[in-house]
């Protein structure tokens, strides 16, 4: 995805760019998107050793908080055992 964005943006490049991701509930680039925020915010913390709210984070960088909640699904088992769920869509074969 990056690979993808990256050529339209050129390091030497004298214009500043605009870039959107467009993405759908339940597809991979949200779900890609969700764990670039991710990677965001850790990569916040190991640089400036402070914690970066999620809600600044994404207001940042113009993301609506929703997304998390469309991708992470929380369950319970019979036994009372939490599970998480990343990610809902299905391959078509």
């Known amino acids: 995805m990056a690979q993808?964005?990256?050529r339209f943006i050129r390091y030497n490049s004298k214009k500043e760019k605009?870039?959107?991701?467009?993405t759908y509930a339940d597809s991979i680039e949200q779900?890609?998107?969700a764990l670039l925020m991710s990677k965001?915010?850790?990569?916040e913390f190991v640089k400036e050793g402070k914690e970066?709210?999620?809600s600044d984070m994404f207001?940042?960088?113009?993301?609506?908080?929703n997304i998390l909640k469309q991708i992470i699904e929380k369950s319970y088992d019979e036994e009372g055992n939490?599970?998480?769920?990343?990610?809902?869509q299905t391959i078509a074969a």
């Open 4 to 6: 993808y964005y990256f």
């Open 18 to 22: 605009e870039i959107h991701f467009v």
């Open 31 to 33: 779900n890609i998107l």
């Open 40 to 43: 965001q915010k850790l990569n």
């Open 52 to 54: 970066v709210s999620r």
């Open 59 to 65: 207001q940042e960088f113009g993301i609506d908080e």
């Open 82 to 88: 939490l599970h998480l769920r990343w990610g809902k």
